[in-house]
């Protein structure tokens, strides 16, 4: 909080942790009161709540586009373009795949699904999973079709739709063409579109203004039509994803920073209005315009942080990967079902194949859930008894989704020798500063 001449102004960060706080509250006495519950949901929460997403989902394909444009155009180089397109899909497999390891490991050292009694668990209808998953699986979703799916057959179809593999693509594709025009052609469309940037990160913060009611009515939602009743039964694969997101935040990604000369500490405060934005809404898309602005402002340049963050929510979802991999063993686990070493290598393989690419399916952990588990011998089923609590984790996994995002933003910028220490230094200060004040 900090207080100036014309009195109290709280941070945006402070107003959605109260927004958060009043949501829970709230949610809770809804959730005892059913002969309220329902109008009050239909005709005001869920509304307010759908505005937000809305807003937030309306910003973020012209954000894409035009910084993408700018950032790829400045850069001028096909070959040097290529090669940070190269270093970002391998660290991506890389830490994907220790993130699903990781999961995997602390489930079967842990055991969360043992020893539960599944009569007392609540089961929650997910034939709208189901079938989205059809609808996925329709075309195999294999790497061929994957790599086919960046190639747009029409750019205002997938602007529309809001695809955002293709709509990277083709503006990466159109900043190469522009950066070879000469000059007196070029500068006038670097402008028009680096004008178009500037004014949808102004629109951002305008919609930011709005967060607050957003958050509170989408958790006052999640809480009145669930209450923490069915939590108990699943506190232990609460607990066990929650420590493993932690886990995974300070130890692997704080050993990645620490190996580019970064502090993952320094990194979280930087981003901490965003990882509770983030937290509370359960959506990375309501931060990706924020991430690309203050990863450029602490020392990243623009052309790497407009490809890697867009890039970064369809191919590296830390914290998706993480919880799939824990909640699949989980679901062995409850029905007994003892899975061999080359059951759960199989297991790493096809989650490695099934978690690419649709990051903007509704429901996306358990569409990449219910297309993995058939393949080791899981019952389908079991995912009903987790979908009560599946929003409580979903908090934890889209904070560690932002943080693995943000961080390989610097990673690439370190190992193409492109961060800028000094602005970082600057940033820092101005941060410290602010906090003090």
Known sequence: MKIFKKGFQISLAWQIVIALMLGIVFGSLLHNRPEDREWLINNLLS???????????MIVVPIVVSS????????????????????????????????????????????????????????????????????????????VNTLLSLIPQNIFTSLVKGDMLPIIFFSVIFGMGLSVLP?????PLVKFFRCVSDTMFKVTHIIMCYAPIGIFALIAVT????????????????????????????????????????????????????????????????????????????????????????????????????????????????????????????LVLTLMVTSKGIAGVP??????????????????????FIAGVDRIMDMART??????????VLVISRWENQFNTEKAKAYELKLRTQEVG
């Open 363 to 384: 429901g996306v952990s358990f569409v990449v859930l219910l297309a993995t588990l058939g393949s080791v011998g899981i019952p389908l089923e079991g995912l009903a």
């Open 399 to 408: 904070a560690l989704n932002v943080i693995g995002n943000a961080l390989a």
């Open 47 to 57: 509304p307010a709540g759908d505005i937000f997403i809305h807003l937030i989902k």
């Open 223 to 346: 809480i009145a039509n669930f209450g923490f009743a069915s939590l108990w039964p699943l506190a232990k694969l609460v607990l066990l994803v929650y420590a493993a997101i932690i886990f995974f935040a300070f130890v692997i990604l704080g050993s990645v920073a620490r190996l580019c000369k970064l502090r993952i500490t320094t990194l979280m405060r930087v981003l901490k209005d965003e990882l509770i934005l983030s937290y509370s809404t359960s959506s990375s898309e309501t931060v990706l315009p924020r991430i690309i602005q203050k990863m450029e402002a602490y020392g990243a340049p623009k052309a790497i942080t407009s490809f890697v963050v867009p890039t970064g929510y369809s191919f590296n979802l830390d914290g998706s990967t993480l919880y799939q991999s824990i909640a699949a063993i989980f679901i062995a686990q409850l029905y007994g079902i003892d899975l061999s070493l080359t059951d759960e290598i199989v």
């Open 183 to 187: 000059s007196e052609r070029r500068e």
């Open 68 to 143: 993408l444009i700018v950032g790829i155009a400045s850069v001028g180089d096909a070959k040097k373009l290529g090669r940070i397109g190269v270093k970002t899909i391998i660290y991506f497999e890389v830490i994907t795949t220790l993130a699903i390891v990781v999961g995997i490991t602390l489930a079967n050292v842990f055991q969360p699904g043992t020893g539960i009694d599944m009569s007392t668990l609540v089961t929650v209808d997910i034939s709208k999973y189901e079938a989205t998953t059809e609808a996925v699986q329709k075309g195999p979703h294999s790497l």
